[in-house]
């Protein structure tokens, strides 16, 4: 079976992708290609591939095997494809958690906003700003779609009631009082409709609000899938207050979902979520799940071990890894942890 060792190379003279960069960093001594699999959590073929790029570069020596066909200079992609990001600018254990392309499009809506959003907030205060309370909801009362919008910068929750009574008030006005309206009784107006609260722009930017209400935030956390809710727990545009809040709805969730929704979870943040779970537990189903699999990466493993409630059968199987086996540091974390069986720690060495 084919073994690679690392040789003194510096990585940031290499042109390496991403993916490849993660797995040369795995490599730390002599390593079979079923270990890289382990430690990495990609499929063989792609470790293999991958390892006969590293070998052509000069990243890694072959032992004990010829390279494959893969190795071979034509078999490479050219250079002007391939991204020369080094491992050091993207490691695994610190990147947040991947966005979907959802996530991109919302961002993108959201830039484009804020630049229309400043021509609005300009054209109000020249406008409308200067005249009286009675006189704006007037003009929000009989406003066509862009004075509205406008409008929608207006402190006073009397003119959201007016903005959203007339007839041209859509979606576009109930995003922009969501994220700007800064009182407690405008943002209920808006959640009163429920074509508008469901709308997932209205929900992103309401949770940006720092005078979101708690009611109104159960009404838009609590219908949401469990990893949506862990994304809003973490997202740092979002305010403390709110984030606090949606953590303790998180645990929630968490303990009413099924084995296969928390396994899941688990599986799918690599454990990062562990650290918003505090006094919360997994049932027997669960743990079997987890046990059932037997690859798992490194940091996977760290954020099991560091979770106070993580079950002895758990931790009895993670020490028959053989990541775990060979990595002295992932062992003691394990067997330091107060839930690890006693009859584990007489066998782990």
């Not at 042109?15 to 270990?35: A, Q, T, Y």
């Not at 400043?118 to 009362?141: C, F, K, L, S, W």
């Not at 009404?219 to 997202?235: E, F, G, N, T, W």
Request: net charge neutral.
């Amino acid at each position: 079976m084919t073994r690679v060792r690392p040789k003194t190379v510096d990585a940031r003279s290499l042109k390496l992708s991403p993916e490849e960069g993660f797995v040369l960093s795995r490599v730390d001594g002599p390593l079979s290609v079923k270990d890289l699999v382990a430690l990495t959590g990609l499929g063989e073929d792609r470790v293999l591939a991958i390892v006969d790029v590293l070998a052509t570069q000069g990243a890694l020596e072959l032992e004990g095997g010829a390279p494959s066909s893969a190795s071979m200079p034509a078999a490479r992609p050219p250079e002007s494809k391939r991204e020369t990001e080094t491992p050091e600018e993207t490691p695994p254990e610190e990147v947040e958690e991947p966005k979907d392309e959802s996530d991109v499009a919302a961002e993108a809506d959201d830039a484009e906003e804020a630049e229309a959003s400043r021509n609005y907030r300009q054209i109000y205060e020249t406008t409308y700003r200067p005249m009286d309370r009675d006189a704006r909801i007037v003009a929000a009362t009989n406003a066509d779609a862009e004075q509205l919008m406008a409008l929608c910068h207006d402190p006073d929750p009397q003119i959201v009631h007016a903005i959203l009574a007339n007839a041209h008030a859509n979606l576009n006005h109930a995003r922009a009082i969501s994220l700007h309206h800064r009182t407690q009784v405008g943002l209920e107006m808006v959640g009163k409709r429920a074509d508008f609260l469901a709308d997932a722009g209205v929900q992103r930017r309401m949770l940006r609000n720092p005078q979101l209400p708690d009611a109104l935030l159960r009404r838009i956390v609590q219908p949401k899938l469990i990893m949506d809710i862990y994304k809003s727990a973490i997202d740092r545009e979002i305010p403390e207050r709110t984030r606090v809040k949606t953590r303790d709805l998180l645990r929630k969730k968490f303990m009413l979902a099924s084995a296969d929704e928390r396994a899941a979870f688990l599986f799918k943040t690599e454990g990062r979520c562990l650290v918003l779970l505090v006094q919360c537990a997994i049932d027997a189903h669960t743990t079997q799940i987890l046990c059932s699999k037997n690859t798992y990466t490194v940091l996977f493993i760290q954020n099991l071990a560091r979770w106070s409630a993580c079950p002895p059968a758990v931790l009895s199987h993670l020490l028959k890894q053989q990541l775990v086996r060979r990595n002295i540091g992932l062992k003691k974390m394990i067997l330091k942890h107060p839930n690890c069986p006693a009859e584990a720690k007489r066998n782990a060495f």
